[in-house]
């Protein structure tokens, strides 16, 4: 019988997203008190802060799930990460950056980790502790970077000891929203701070991706704060904000979701372009989307919805009937379809009407024409209503 490892890549996981989360509470912590300083995902550690492109601060981020063992001399993260450092921070300068631990374990008591510390420093007591850790731990997983702890001269372990510092005990990363809800309170807009927030993370994930692909060096803590105040500034009662940008939606998997809705087959009645027909898909989308998040957070009425539908039917009519009387009552399909697609790429060319001046992006009209085509409340080909009968009466 042959048995099977499990490898469990839940703690991994964690862990990266424990640090990216986190990235986002250290910059909303400091920032303000370094606005010309930019924070980094993967560049020079972890995490790290810089100014003008020099690492001011390296920090390491262990997550651990709550109840896992102390923090400890031998314990593996702490000689993963002065390895770590060691092989890139220049250990012996004295004036390089500051090198901090962070992790969700608790040292424990009159350990050299412990004594590195903010609050209990000592870092003679440290020093002397990692060289006893460093002699007893020939071999194993942290054999290296103990020996190459040891192979350091006394004064260069002097200087690589006065830069590191162990923050221990700080928050999992259940406890990280909450923490990065609280640093913002300054922006939270009154009733919709779940909206808000949601898309402060969404804007957060966006830049750690960047970060982490290596398309941006890292985040400038001043831009952040313009950016934060930006996404508050959409919530004032004459903007609504944009919930969903063209860049988060996958246009071929939405064509497959969309393929049979009736919206879709009423551009198929006018041979409508393919490319222009999968835009469309995406304009479907992100507005029914958005109306339903605003909806949901109450930015929106339905009798402000109810009233933009209404100015999208208006000006619908007055096209549609443009198109009945120059194709006649004896067009043939061929006209029809010709009239109904110029119709509809009329339509779609227009940037208007806007939802009660409140937002301007002309994907929300577009969109909302093709959901009230849904609704078989408006259409493209002449004959659309009794096809549009037919289509809900098949099986």
Same mark, same amino acid.
């Given at each position: ?34 606005? &010309?300083?930019?924070?980094? %995902?993967?560049?020079?550690? #972890?995490? $790290?802060?810089?100014? !003008?492109?020099?690492?001011?601060? @390296? /920090? ?16 593996? &993260?702490?000689?993963?990460? %002065?390895?770590?450092?060691? #092989?890139? $921070?220049?250990?012996? !300068?004295?004036?390089?950056?500051? @090198? /901090? ?295």
């Amino acid at each position: 019988m042959t048995g099977k490892i499990s490898h469990n890549a839940a703690p991994s996981a964690l862990g990266y997203q424990h640090q990216t989360w986190w990235a986002l509470l250290e910059l909303l912590r400091l920032g303000h008190k370094r606005p &010309d300083a930019a924070i980094s %995902l993967e560049l020079f550690d #972890d995490i $790290a802060w810089d100014h !003008d492109g020099t690492a001011t601060e @390296l /920090l390491q981020i262990k997550h651990h799930q709550k109840g896992q063992r102390a923090l400890t001399d031998a314990s593996v &993260d702490v000689w993963s990460t %002065l390895k770590v450092w060691m #092989d890139t $921070a220049c250990p012996a !300068d004295a004036e390089g950056p500051q @090198l /901090l631990l962070i992790t969700t374990q608790e040292a424990s008591a009159s350990t050299a980790v412990a004594a590195l510390r903010l609050e209990t420093r000592d870092e003679d007591f440290a020093l002397s502790g990692l060289e006893m850790a460093a002699l007893e731990g020939a071999s194993g997983r942290t054999k290296q970077a103990r020996q190459q702890f040891l192979a350091l001269s006394p004064a260069d372990q002097q200087a690589f000891i006065s830069r590191i510092h162990v923050i221990d005990g700080s928050p999992c990363i259940d406890d990280v929203p909450a923490l990065v809800r609280a640093q913002l309170h300054w922006a939270l807009p009154t009733g919709h701070e779940d909206a808000f927030l949601a898309m402060v993370w969404r804007w957060w994930d966006e830049q750690a991706l960047a970060m982490l692909q290596g398309r941006q060096r890292g985040m400038d803590a001043g831009a952040a704060h313009v950016a934060i105040a930006g996404m508050r500034d959409q919530f004032t009662r004459a903007m609504l904000p944009t919930m969903i940008e063209l860049d988060e939606v996958d246009a071929h998997a939405l064509a497959a979701t969309y393929d049979n809705c009736p919206f879709v087959q009423q551009m198929h009645w006018v041979a409508y372009p393919p490319r222009n027909l999968q835009r469309a898909i995406v304009d479907y989308y992100r507005a029914h989307t958005q109306i339903v998040q605003w909806l949901d957070h109450a930015l929106l009425s339905p009798a402000e919805l109810g009233r933009f539908a209404e100015e999208l039917l208006d000006d619908w009519e007055r096209e549609f009937e443009w198109m009945e009387m120059e194709i006649g009552d004896a067009a043939e399909e061929a006209s029809k379809q010709q009239a109904g697609a110029e119709l509809l790429r009329l339509l779609m060319r227009q940037t208007g009407p806007f939802l009660s001046r409140r937002y301007h992006e002309a994907f929300l009209a577009r969109g909302h024409r093709h959901i009230l085509a849904d609704e078989g409340r408006l259409g493209w080909h002449a004959d659309f209503r009794e096809r549009f009968e037919r289509l809900l009466v098949q099986p």
